[in-house]
């Protein structure tokens, strides 16, 4: 049994993909274990011929999901971007698994990163021992991903420093790794490509440069247009991770879901759904995985101390840790939308009474 806490996409998902390959009779590009055709269906879900469900990982338009996958089919890397909990992560993930049945190759990015997260770094007791060496060379995630014609995923590209986003210059456009001290050069094999992410809303990051932006073809991935939409998206991922949890508690009834997704939006947007007053926006970014999380810890809550219903009392904690991020500006801004909007609204008095109390 798979006791790991979170596992790999390729793993969680292996039966889809091996179903997935068995009926898949369209052109593979080199070292892909799917076609491109294939690699979208595993994104976007289907039913298969042998009756194999394939769960639906990403939401939203097939468009930009067929885009993102040939692009990795070409010379070209693949950026993806948006704001915060619009699935980057999620969906670079899933790519990998489906096209290199790998997503374990991984470059986080932060302000820290450094060269030899990119390119390579030493094992310095060797490298003192008997110098440089292939044994004493540790590779970097991308160094393995071109040596066996995979993808590696670059996470948060742009908050590296640009000199380490630099370093994927030379990869992406040569398509080799020099390592000078060897006196030799990585060059990546058939199947190799890059998928980064980044978000669009990030402050004081480096812009990614120019010579970089000319890799990447860069796709964006928007937030849910219509409230159904992310009502399904909740849904949906509440469901597969209380799964996981195994949380002993009903699925949340959809009306509770859309209730959060409702106030998530209106707060997001700065205004109500029916577009007739305006509502001021808290600090914090109120993505969908912040809606997906608010409803998961208020299944926790109902399950552990509650009859395993989700009620509004369940709900209020985590949404009000999650709307309230700046302690002396959103309390004001939450109140507020409490008292115009939510305690006006017919069937919300108990979010309200809910919300009011956790605010005191
Ligand atoms: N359009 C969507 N379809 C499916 N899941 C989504 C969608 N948007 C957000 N999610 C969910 O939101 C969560 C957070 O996404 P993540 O990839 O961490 O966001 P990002 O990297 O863009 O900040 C994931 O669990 C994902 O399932
Ligand atoms: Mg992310």
New binding site residues.
Partial sequence: MNTALRAHAETDYAHELTALGAQDDRPRPPQWKLSPWAVTDYLLGKTLADGTVITP????DRRTIEVAVSTLATDRALLLL?V????????SEHLAAAISGDSTLLVQGTAGTGEEAMRYGWNYARLIAEGPSDAALVPSPIMRAMREGRLCRVEELTRMPSDVQDTLITILSEKTLPVPELGREVLAAKGFNVIA?A?NRDRGVNELSSALQRRFNVVV?PL?ATIDEEVA?VS??VASMSKALSLPAQPPALQEIRRVVAIFRELRSGSTEDGKSKVKSPSGTL???EA?SVVTSGLALAAHFGDGTLKAADIASSMVGAIVKDPVQDPVVFREYLETVVKERDGWKDLYRACRDQMK
């Fill in positions: 990982k990403y939401i939203g948006g915060p909990g619009t699935a980057k992560s999620w969906v992410t978000n991935l849910p998206i949906q991922r993505s969908t995985a997906i």
